[in-house]
């Protein structure tokens, strides 16, 4: 059990366009999904807490315009990249949180702005 | 407040112990420890909640200190899989899982 899926995999775009990356939960209801960024070889960076049904909230220094995220449902959240630019170049990695907080990850979304 | 984990790397021969250490300067909810391999996710490796408290599944254990500003990971007779990225991740106060984590120390397993 616990399983979050995260899609695409891998994406490239060009500058300028957006991306659209979703997770979800496969066999359970989250009400609460993170959103994180990792750079190579750092740490995870938390950008959003996304909760069902309400906005999110959003890290210091992380643009809400620029990183728009959506929690429709129990099972789905999604992180649309805004008129992405090269330094968004990231790893982008969901996660969705059990019973006891703890946190189960989607597999990530390497993210290349060209 | 990102929690600071020591040693940064280390490195070890199948069959040797290691200890992770992460502290913060500030109590904690609880403490989490997961472990990354290059170019996937975290995976989640146990959660502490109480101080004091101790818990282990194979070979690998973690304590959370009375104070509730540190932790320690254990792993015993290490195996070649357990090489990679372990990170504690900090739960201030019970904020419904919001983790700051630290940065990270690299485990690497040689035979």
């Known amino acids: 059990g616990a399983v979050v899926s995260q899609h695409p995999s891998r994406v490239i775009c060009k500058s300028g366009t957006s991306v659209k990356i979703e997770c979800r939960s496969l066999?359970?209801?989250?009400?609460?999904m993170f959103w994180y960024r990792q750079f190579p070889k750092q740490s995870l960076m938390l950008m959003a807490t996304s909760n069902e049904g309400s906005k999110a909230t959003y890290e210091q220094g992380v643009e809400k315009d620029k990183f728009l995220i959506n929690h429709a449902s129990l099972t789905l959240s999604t992180l649309t990249v805004t008129s992405a630019h090269p330094e968004d170049s990231s790893f982008y990695i969901c996660?969705?949180?059990?019973?006891?907080?703890?946190?189960?990850f989607g597999p990530g979304t390497r993210l290349t702005v060209t | 407040q990102q929690p600071v984990q020591s040693p940064q790397a280390v490195i070890l021969r199948e069959g040797e112990d290691a200890v992770i250490n992460c502290s913060s300067s500030?109590?904690?909810?609880?403490v989490h420890w997961y472990r990354q391999k290059h170019g996937e996710a975290p995976v989640f490796l146990m959660i502490l909640l109480k101080g004091g408290e101790q818990k282990g599944h194979e070979k690998i254990s973690a304590s959370f200190n009375e104070k509730k500003q540190q932790s320690s990971l254990y792993l015993t007779a290490s195996q070649l899989s357990y090489s990679g990225t372990y990170f504690c991740g900090t739960e201030m106060n019970n904020q419904g899982g919001k983790l700051i984590f630290g940065q990270g120390t690299e485990l690497s397993v040689k035979p």
């Open positions: 996660s969705a949180t059990g019973q006891a907080h703890e946190q189960y």
């Open positions: 500030k109590a904690l909810y609880s």
């Open positions: 066999d359970f209801q989250a009400t609460t």
